[in-house]
């Protein structure tokens, strides 16, 4: 077995199932993982990949295809798990593999010994070696060590805030900066992302949990399910009122309050930590301005419209209880895509208040940049140096820089115009107190949260949770 036999059988087939099953699980013993196995090599899969001598025997033997093989192993005072020493290295090859998996990064291994000291062993048996990476940095250190394949394996999984979908940026960088072969791992789920990372240049993909986990699959579906565990607090932050709500699991607003928002980030921590506590609720949703990161509830970016907004954090260590936090168009649109009516919808809203917000809703996820960036209108130029914002958000409206009547009734149609345009979506609601006194006939949907539909997005947030955004 050489690099050219195996890239040919990628060329094949380049989906190589992982087959291996974490301590604990029901699926951990070879048996079991032999007939997993199988099932993906009698539909064509020319590569596997598998964990533990027992299995990697049983499995290359079972199904007479070649196994990417490792062992993990956790030591003392190292981070590195994956084939971490020479003892395990040796273990895989007395199994038979013909080709190695060991953590690539540069991180300290156990008994201080070296990966290119690891990868000469590997070589001089005739196997390959496969360094699983995280990082550009890992990946040149691999390569440098002789390796040869890469894998983004350990992509997201090296540092806090896992996120939710597979690193395909890393695979196309790795791909255009470095000669050797790049697998992509980690995360994959979707056919979708495969096609992506294949067109990125990967060689091949390895996938094993979204195939062969029914444990990890279960959790997965079960996190796409309303919450259920008691009453949640929403929180909506704005340029001008600061408002809490208490809501029942079902949805239902109970009890309300708001306050001008005070200038001071700490204060208006302290002011919402106190009514969700007063109303002793177990999970929150925040509704804010600004760009909001879902891994942490950080605030990364923000207008002067909310004062000192930026490294704000919407957490449980901010806020005492598990925090789902959003930028206020996000959640606005979360809101009216939560109706029955528009369940699985393609739903838009325009957030008109202090500022213009937008959120788009497809598929049950807020469509979002890689920090919670929404789509946004707000800076888009409307007509002579004039933004969107400039017109019809309340702010600039107080300060005496609105336009004519006639001129904001233009800026609303051509704001919805250009919304139905762009994004085509099944339903646009219109919230906001500027959006709400737009009385005149539109395409757009008045909301039916009035005033309110920032915390219900909030509370919609804590509810039914996106299935790619965080709980904090």
């Known amino acids: 077995m050489n690099l050219t036999s195996i890239l040919k059988l990628l060329g094949e087939c380049p989906l190589v199932v992982s087959v291996q099953a974490p301590e604990g699980s029901p699926l951990r013993d ?42 993990k192993r956790t030591y003392e005072g190292s981070p590195v798990y994956i084939t971490p020493t020479l003892a395990e290295v040796e ?11 060991l953590d690539g990064t540069g991180r300290p291994r156990p008994r201080e010994e070296s990966l290119s000291d690891l990868v000469r062993v590997i070589h001089q048996a005739g196997a390959i070696a496969v360094g699983d990476c995280d990082t550009l940095d890992s990946i040149r250190h691999a390569v440098e060590c002789g390796v040869d394949l890469v894998s983004t394996t350990l992509a997201g999984y090296t540092a806090p805030g896992t996120p939710r979908g597979p690193d395909i940026e890393l695979v196309r960088r790795a791909v255009r900066e470095f000669a050797v072969p790049v697998l992509a791992e980690g995360r ?72 001008p928002t005070p200038p001071d980030p700490q204060e ?27 891994q942490g509830g950080r605030v990364v970016r923000a207008k002067d419209i909310i004062p000192r907004h930026v490294g704000s954090e919407f957490s449980q260590a901010t806020l005492g209880v598990p925090t789902l936090a959003a930028n206020d168009g996000h959640a606005s649109a979360y809101a009216h895509a939560c109706l029955p009516e528009n369940a699985g919808r393609r739903v838009a ?19 979002r940049g890689p920090s919670g960036e929404p789509p946004g209108f707000n800076d888009v130029e409307f007509r002579q140096g004039r933004t969107y914002e400039d017109v019809l958000g309340g ?12 001129e904001v009734e233009a800026a609303f149609d051509s704001l919805v115009e250009l919304c139905q345009r762009l994004f085509l979506p099944d339903r646009i609601y219109v919230c906001g107190s500027v959006g709400l006194a737009m009385s005149r006939e539109s395409p757009a949907v008045r909301s039916p949260f009035g005033e309110f539909a920032g915390l219900y997005g909030a509370a919609a947030l804590a509810l039914y949770t996106p299935t790619d955004w965080s709980v904090n």
Not at 202 to 215: K, R, T
Not at 395 to 406: F, K, L, M, P, Y
């Open 30 to 71: 070879d048996s079991t993982l032999v007939r997993l196995a199988l099932a993906s090599a009698n539909e064509g899969v020319r590569l596997l990949r598998a964990e533990g001598p027992s299995s990697l025997q049983a499995i290359a033997r079972s199904t007479g295809l070649p196994v990417m093989g490792l062992i």
């Open 91 to 101: 273990e895989v090859l007395s199994a038979g593999c013909r080709v190695v998996a």
């Open 188 to 259: 994959f789920q979707e056919p979708w992302e495969v096609q992506a990372a294949l067109r990125s240049g990967a060689a091949g993909v390895v996938i094993g949990g979204a195939i062969n986990d029914p444990v990890k699959q279960t959790k997965r579906f079960l996190g796409a399910l309303p919450f259920q565990g008691g009453r949640v607090g929403a929180v909506d932050l704005g340029g001008t009122w600061l408002r809490c709500g208490l809501f029942t699991s079902g949805w239902e607003l109970l009890e309300s309050d708001r306050a």
């Open 268 to 294: 208006r921590l302290i002011w919402i930590r106190s009514r969700l506590e007063d109303w002793g609720v177990v999970r929150a949703g925040v509704s804010s301005g600004g760009v909001i990161d879902p």
């Open 349 to 367: 809203t325009l957030a008109l208040g202090t500022g213009v917000g937008f959120g788009l809703v497809e598929r049950g996820n807020l469509w």
């Open 395 to 406: 702010a600039s409206r107080a300060a005496g820089s609105e336009g004519d009547a006639g």
